[in-house]
């Protein structure tokens, strides 16, 4: 069976060949069955016809909570927005040329034999709230917390990511995976590969990103984020929920140079070799 979270989407893509003209539009009809009544029908929503709901999903259809979009002429994606416990059943795609002489009849195919739906159990939380101030180069331990307590066979996958000032999207630091591999962010591959950048797992639910040597331009607002993953019935992975924990501010001070900086330079003006130097604000040349 297909099985998804209540409050999650739900996602149908449905296909149809064999009619005459490939590229006129097919219309397409959904069903549903309930477990509690296999030989009644529901009607649900059609690309042809307004009303052909019922009026236990006419409602959501007018408000868009469910949908039809069309993918090609010979496909189309059905979408419920947000799953409630009544949509568990068996769901029917229909599809119907309307095209005349084109072709009598039409095509039906049971797309999810059954969708069943199951609690969110997914918990992720942070070790740390409180802003952070390291000075470049100390070291950086954050903790993430992250487990499901639901009775099916799922994986969670951990990811670390940094939210700089001024940049819209986070990027990733460094991810464990569903299949329990290690994946480092773009920018991070080198000081992954140096060791100074790790995500070790402890016991069932922590995750603990370690950074030896920050530098300045790790300086922003630090998130876990846990993915909650079913394998369906097609042998494909899905996301079944996602959360992010709390984020967690850090500032970087950035080393300042110490000691005096000299600037030597050797310039020749009018066959004359001159020797400048220029130590912080006070230059001075002499004629060598």
């Known amino acids: 069976p297909l099985y998804r979270v209540l409050g999650s989407p739900l996602y149908i893509t449905c296909s149809v060949s064999g009619f005459r003209s490939e590229n006129t539009d097919k219309h397409f009809e959904f069903r549903m069955t309930k477990p509690s009544n296999p030989n009644f029908e529901i009607q649900i929503i059609s690309s042809h016809e307004d009303t052909f709901g019922y009026s236990s999903h006419l409602i959501r259809v007018i408000k868009n909570e469910i949908t039809l979009k069309r993918l090609s002429p010979n496909s189309v994606r059905f979408e419920i927005k947000s799953l409630q416990k009544t949509d568990e059943g068996e769901y029917e795609c229909t599809a119907v040329n309307l095209e005349e002489g084109a072709y009598d009849g039409e095509y039906s195919a049971k797309t999810v034999r059954y969708g069943l739906l199951i609690e969110d159990s997914l918990s992720v939380s942070s070790s740390a709230f409180t802003p952070l101030s390291l000075n470049e180069g100390e070291a950086l331990t954050l903790t993430c917390l992250a487990s499901s307590s639901t009775s099916q066979h799922t994986h969670l996958s951990v ?19 569903r ?110």
């Open 159 to 177: 990811a670390w990511y940094l939210h700089k000032d001024g940049q819209e999207d986070a990027q990733p630091i460094i991810s464990l995976n």
């Open 179 to 288: 299949d329990f591999t290690l994946s480092p962010g773009q920018g991070f591959e080198r000081r992954h590969q140096a060791g100074l950048i790790r995500l070790d797992k402890w016991g069932e639910a922590s995750y603990s990103l370690k950074m030896a040597e920050v530098e300045p331009s790790d300086q922003g607002r630090f998130y876990c984020q846990a993915q909650e993953w079913i394998q369906d019935p097609d042998g494909s992975w899905y996301i079944i929920i996602q959360k992010n924990a709390e984020e967690m501010a850090l500032t970087v001070k950035a080393t300042e140079m110490k000691g005096d900086i000299t600037i030597a330079i050797l310039c020749r003006l009018r066959s004359q070799l001159w020797f400048c130097s220029h130590v912080f604000t006070s230059p001075f040349c002499f004629q060598h």
